[in-house]
């Protein structure tokens, strides 16, 4: 079975817009700028064989600020710039009431059933609560990048760090062992 960094996209992968203390996702792709050490973190675990996993709520396009398209035209800029192959998203809002938006698991354990991940042995990198949230419920060791948000903190067990060029050097110094 495969190991795999499940990454949120919008706060880990590329800046936020954060207003009034909450962040939001660039609208298009000219607002799309990439978060330095990103690049260099994904390369390295890729060469650590871990499949790199994008899981990221998109509830703009339900809202009606933002096409499908223009999500879809970021993710796959982003998959390009960063060497990633697998994104899955959530175009719904809460009162949807799917399983697949965050903090529900579902993009995780989908990912884990499409892709042979062993979700014990896998970790999950977020900037807000409902990131690990879902890693938590999908079995996965979570890294929180705090922000400092006006929204809910996550709950422990989790690892804070600043970005995720920590998180990665830290899964990678202590893959075998570190959250056993």
Known sequence: ?????????????????????VPKPPKNINDVEIIAGVKEAVELLLKRSFVIVVVTNQPDVSRGTVDQEAVETINKFLGQE??????????HDDFHGCDCRKPKPALLLRAAQDLNIDLSKSFMVGDRWRDIEAGQSAGCRCFFIDYKYKEKSPVFPFVKVASLIEATHLIMENQDDAFS
């Open 1 to 21: 079975m495969n190991r795999a960094v499940f990454l949120d996209r919008d706060g880990v992968l590329n800046k936020c817009f954060v207003v009034d203390g």
């Open 82 to 91: 960063l060497g990633i192959e697998h994104f899955f998203t959530c175009y």
